[in-house]
């Protein structure tokens, strides 16, 4: 009862310690559920530890790649060759957020991937209806997820749905399984169609040992069993079946190592790399809210130490002491808390929106829980212990004889490091920014900037046609082209060789087909040679990038490109290279293709899956989008998007973390300016008397002002500059995961410096100006 | 049942050292009611601090029923203190946040009084003192009579062997500084020992013997 009384305490300011806690802890909360959850995939079901993905480990010119896919048979053969393993299972998706169409015409997007039967049998998901053996061995036959189910009408076994439109593929469901969690590598499996269905869709390489290695490969080994015990047998399964001499020729190894499940995320550099920062990022706000707690402990200490002296006096001992500040300090936390949860729950599509997962997710790990209760123990034991200690340790006597001590030194380290902390955030913020901007206004070496993609899977070869013959008599179109590749993707890899040698030069980005006007629709310069010519799909020609004509140069000998004839794997017999093109950025920044790239001529639409169109200027897409609707009226979802738009959502992730660091710069920066404001307010009412003197004996405001600035800018200066190196440093280890870095010239850090500085310089102005500015006679009487 | 023998206290900071008791010896026996007098900054406050056990002389010996605690560490202090010292403040030292009665009823819970007694203890402490009626209130609420009758209520709610005023009527106008001094007078009549420190003649008036500091030194003593 007496700690809630306690919470109106005058000069304690316990409202501002809890709403600061409260935001301190909501955000860090946040971010330590968020880097839990990354590192929580795929460790939650119970085979966990005993399921593996097989990887490719390749040396092609003694450069090492390792690969995370493999050809269809390998999955199968570590089955039939290793008896340590218990069960193996292969996939491979070929559709991204398309339609599933019901015969009722609703619509769903979703993923597609062709699974084999023993799924199941690896991973121990559960399976809701039907008999998942028998549903992924029959062609045209799919299982779906139970929210995918839900969405299609609930009860849907048995039921036939469409690919992208009705009418169109049919499939048939023989199964539903329970959603597969969002911490999984395995949760895009929306659509589990059989894989026997494979000769429908794309090239069957489910036999294939070498090649076509597009297959997600898992095993389950048995218990006791590691990786390592299998390299044997795997080395048997390699020498029986796979073409080594060939590869050797070549210039190939080729191996296969086990990688396992459990670690495929959470080891991955990229996600260690975020929950390091994310971590970093939680405990600089949650150190913040606390240090500014303190802070304002220290603040009011002279009245409260008067208050724990008369305990002192009637009993109380250390223990009492402690058990009182202690509660409070409690009921401050769990008072934090509430409001930590209300802002939770009022930002909670904010904050799912900036984590990219449900936030009852996070909160629900066991992992999370546990780190979290952590934390809050952490908070209450600092909350708690330090201020019980400096209590216990003011003697009674000094307590009564108008305590004044004023702890500036602790008082000025806190401070210091709130500053420092809001600082590290801003300059991080800066440094987020500017990497943002350049990625997306990235030169990217073809020009988007009026330019519109629309991706036509599901759309017929005719309509294809009809749309790109009807855009082009637009005023507002300049060009219109189509093309098999999207940029913006990763893309499929060949391998080339050259007329009469089995020498494996390199492997390369194939684009496949490109329509008419590519290059100058996109914007491309062609650098030698020519570009293709309507025809010429019939001459065998192929165009290649600067840096394949540079690679050939160092692999070959060549002199130049255009003229020599090649061999792409994926292409029957020799082409002619008539063009070479500027190099492209191929991917994004954060998972750049590096490879160079050849592509081939084709008129025909059906090898196609993207429109795209130049305008004169981007007003033109709604008219052009307004044709398309009328020329494609059994795909509702086909529209033309702005092509910056696409080159946006690549940085989608970076984009998220530069508004999270916002919003905890902002959050650290209001946090340090409070326990600015009142520590401010502590010093005042200490030195209101030596103000009062100096006013009295000819000091100006100017002059008050500036004693107090002066002093704060001694912790101030340093901590700032502590901020940013500390945030120098982060950055350098964020910005790794770019193919292309911002510089972080030393003068955006200066301003940064000066700016967070002017802030609080002028904080003090605000903050002393009333006692700098008043009658000393008012303090002066008052001592 | 007090007794001191040479007592120093010296204060020390960086640059000046402070003598503020400079070797005191005196007796004070079960059921005195003693007044320590002398001028701003004789050490008067000091003394009381080290009778009160709030803090330990530099050096000398302190006997508390026999008892040497001169040297006790802060901990220890509280234990002996606990439940045989009841302090009475010049500026009170109501705790704002709690109520009359839970004021008086601090060094009760220090000392580990059942819930039931406490409240027995409290409210007859109360109706002793005159403030029944303002159990409720808060500090504030009350006159600066009523807070010091609180703040002796505070110190004799545990029935102390030793009550310490220190200036128990410095704040106050003649009639309640009256009133305070007739209270405790009444507590020494009880069997209390009573010190108080006062500048005023008229209150060591009610004292059995004055004991006079002078620069941190005793002068002849005065029996009355």
Redesign the interface.
Known sequence: M?VL??LN??GQHNWIKIVCLAVGLATGIVLIGKAGFEQSWDNFFPTSDRIYVVCEDWVLEGEYKHYPKTAGAIAPGLERYCPQVEAATRYTDFAWDMPIVTEEDKRVCTNYALVDSCFFDVFPFRVLAGDSKQALSRVDYCMVSRSLAEKLGGDVMGRIVFFNKRGGWALTIGGVYEDIPLNSKLHNLQVMVSMPTITKITFDGRENWVGNDRYESYVRLAKGVGADDLKPQIEKMKQENLPLEDLKKAGVELDFSLQPLAEFHTHDEDTRRMTWILSILAVVLIGCAVMNYLLLVIGGISRRA??M??????????Y?IYRKVMSESAVHLVLSLALASLLLFFFKDTIEELTGTPLLLILKLDSNVFMILLTCLVVLLITGMVPSWIY?HI???AA??NYTQSHRIWKMMLLGLQFASATFLIVLLMVVGRQYRMMINDDTGYDYSSLGIMKVDGVSGGQRQLVVDELRKLSAVKGVTMSYANLTEGQSGDNIYLPEDDHEYMNIADLFYVGDGYFDVLGIPVISGQTFTEQTDTLREVMVSRKFEERMRELAGWDQAVGKQIHCTSFDGLYTIVGVYENTRLGSITHPDPRASVCFYSQNADYMHYIIIRFHTMDGLKEANQVVKELVTDNPDIAIIPYNQMIIGLYSDARRFRITVMIGGVVALIIALIGLIGYLAGEMARRQKEIAIRKVNGARTRDVLYLFQADILKVALPAVLIGALCAWYVARIWLEQFSEKSSLPPLMFLVCVLAVTAIILSVVCIGCYRVSNSNPVNYLKNE | MIKLENIQKVFRTEEVETVALGGVSLEVQKGEFVAIMGPSGCGKSTLLNILGLLDNPTSGTYYLDGEEVGRLKESQRTKVRKGQIGFVFQSFNLIDELNVEENVELPLTYLGVPKKERKARVEEVLRRMAISHRAHHFPQQLSGGQQQRVAIARAVVMNPKIILADEPTGNRDSKNGLEVMQLLTQLNQEGTTVVMVTHSERDAGYAQRVINLLDGQIVPEVSL
Request: aromatic share 8%.
């Open positions: 007496n009384k306690s305490q005058r008067r208050e002296a008369v305990h002192k006096c009637y009993g109380a001992g250390s009492h216990t003697p009674v006597a009564f004889k």
